[in-house]
């Protein structure tokens, strides 16, 4: 067993401290106090004194550069304001309903760090809490869909509700028939891991079938701290997945994500999903060529274990959900036979079954 979870005020203290402005951060990590200022106009600044302590070299560092504003934010000319069309699918506020069986529900608008790539800027750090009613809107909406099997808690994060609220809202959701499963989507785990008590974890524990997703993007990340956290909620019986985000400047590098999808997994984290960075308005920085995405991949698949491959997807904008991609496999492909290629680049040929056998 891990250690037990500290004291719950330890985390509203790390929280509040460290850097909450673009002058603050201009101050501490360089750069131009104006220019940062008015990125800060554009999406706030959060670098809770936990995280910040990771900061090596300012804004090149690969964490530094996740959550310190820059002046580059403000020039990004190709970006979208709401890049995967969650608005247009949202029924009742706070909800996203893009897929028949699930349901994005989005409890909090607060983070324990503002990641400036973030794909919800447009409502993450400025959209006032959902009160407890606007909340039943969504739940009862939820309850009149028996389509609806998987609601993915999310945010901003939903870890940072206080444990009496994050359970009532998770304790709605369980007493409906149809929800299957729970589960929670949070950068707590890796960006301040003293949240992660113990009396949290039990409180998730009372929900399942409950999963959570976190968010790593670099080895760094990978603390002593971070890694009692993860093991913390699954020692209570709760599967961790992990979602990265491809970033320029962060994380654009094959043996930095295959050191990362290992440490994940040497902490029990299953890696899911390795997103394509979002066009996101202000992030145009963070982009790399989906080219970059494919050589990540290749360097992984054959060459780790095979449960440390993420699927990497774009999310694709305006709606159209998330699209596996993979370095081509396949050479050729007819009805008596696939020529595939493997991780070291070799062709082998597999005989398809006969026609005749297929029709029976
Ligand atoms: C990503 C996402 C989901 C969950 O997709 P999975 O592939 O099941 O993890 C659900 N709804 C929306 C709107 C999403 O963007
Ligand atoms: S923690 Fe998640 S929701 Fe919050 S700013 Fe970072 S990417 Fe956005």
């Known amino acids: ?37 008015a990125a800060e ?12 302590s990771l900061i090596r070299d300012g804004a090149n560092d690969p964490l530094g550069r996740q959550v310190i504003p820059s002046a580059l934010e403000l020039s990004g000319a190709d970006g979208t304001a ?9 029924p009742v ?38 009160t407890d009613d606007e ?19 999310s945010g901003g994060d939903p870890f940072l ?12 959701l369980r007493e409906i028939p149809h929800v299957e499963i729970l589960r929670v989507d949070t950068r707590v785990p890796c960006v301040l891991p003293s949240r992660v008590t113990d009396e ?50 962060v994380n654009d590098d094959p043996a930095v994500v295959k050191a990362l999808m290992q440490k994940l997994l040497a902490m029990r984290v299953r890696p899911y999903y390795l997103y394509q960075c979002d066009p996101v308005a202000g992030a145009d920085h963070f982009r790399t060529g989906v080219d970059a995405g494919l050589r990540i991949m290749a360097a992984l698949r054959g060459h780790t274990s095979g449960m440390a491959v993420p699927t990497y997807v ?27 290629r493997n991780h070291e680049g070799r062709r082998f040929t597999y005989t398809q079954a006969p026609a005749a056998t297929l029709l029976k």
Not at 41 to 52: E, G, M
Not at 82 to 90: C, H, K, N, V
Request: aromatic share 6%; charged share 25%; net charge positive.
């Open 314 to 340: 774009i999310d694709a904008p305006g709606g159209g959900g998330k699209v596996p991609l993979l370095p081509e496999g396949v050479v050729e492909i007819s009805d008596d036979r696939v020529v595939v």
């Open 200 to 249: 949290l974890c039990r409180a998730l524990a009372a929900r399942h079938p409950l999963f959570v997703n976190t968010h790593f993007n670099h080895p760094r990340e990978v603390t002593p701290e971070a890694r009692a956290a993860c093991e913390r909620l699954v020692d209570h019986g709760i599967p961790v997945g992990n979602q990265t985000v491809l970033l320029r400047g």
């Open 161 to 172: 509700l206080a444990d009496e609220r994050l359970s009532r809202i998770l304790g709605w």
């Open 135 to 153: 909340l039943k809107r969504g739940v009862e909406y939820i309850r009149s869909r028996p389509e609806i099997r998987d609601v993915i808690v």
């Open 82 to 90: 709401d890049p995967l069309g969650e608005e247009a699918d949202s």
């Open 1 to 37: 067993m891990t250690p037990a979870g500290g004291d719950p005020a330890d985390w509203r203290r790390q929280l509040n401290g460290g850097v909450n402005s673009g002058a603050e951060a201009a101050a501490r990590f360089g750069g131009d106090a104006a220019a940062l200022a």
């Open 41 to 52: 106009r554009a999406f706030p600044v959060r670098i809770n004194s936990y995280y910040a």
């Open 93 to 130: 506020p706070h909800l996203v309903h893009r897929y028949p069986d699930r349901v994005l529900f989005l409890v909090s608008y607060q983070c324990a760090v503002y990641c400036r790539f973030c794909t919800r800027k447009r409502a993450v750090g400025r959209t006032a809490a959902p």
